[in-house]
């Protein structure tokens, strides 16, 4: 199995007052049982890449189809 870290923003992102598009990206990833930490500079989520992976997408369409500009991703893989 391998784990991996997503760091993730969604732009324009304002300190304090996330837009839709941040909500609705957040509110993607959790509707499949992952648990997001919200951050001041952006969001962070951890599990199964396979899990993971699919999220992206969901997270970055909807992010898209509420008023996103941007979606920066960084994946980290870690093998256990």
């Avoid at 969604?10 to 837009?19: A, L, N, Q, S, T």
Wanted: proline share 5%; aromatic share 4%; glycine share 12%.
């Amino acid at each position: 199995m391998t784990s991996c870290r997503i760091e993730f923003v969604i732009e324009p992102f304002v300190d304090g007052k996330p837009g839709p598009y941040v909500q609705s990206g957040i509110d993607a990833m959790s509707a499949r049982g992952l648990d997001v930490s919200m951050g001041p500079f952006g969001s962070s989520v951890a599990g199964d890449v396979d899990d993971l992976a699919e999220a992206i997408g969901a997270m970055v369409s909807a992010a898209a189809n509420d008023g996103a500009k941007r979606v920066l991703v960084e994946v980290v893989m870690d093998a256990t």
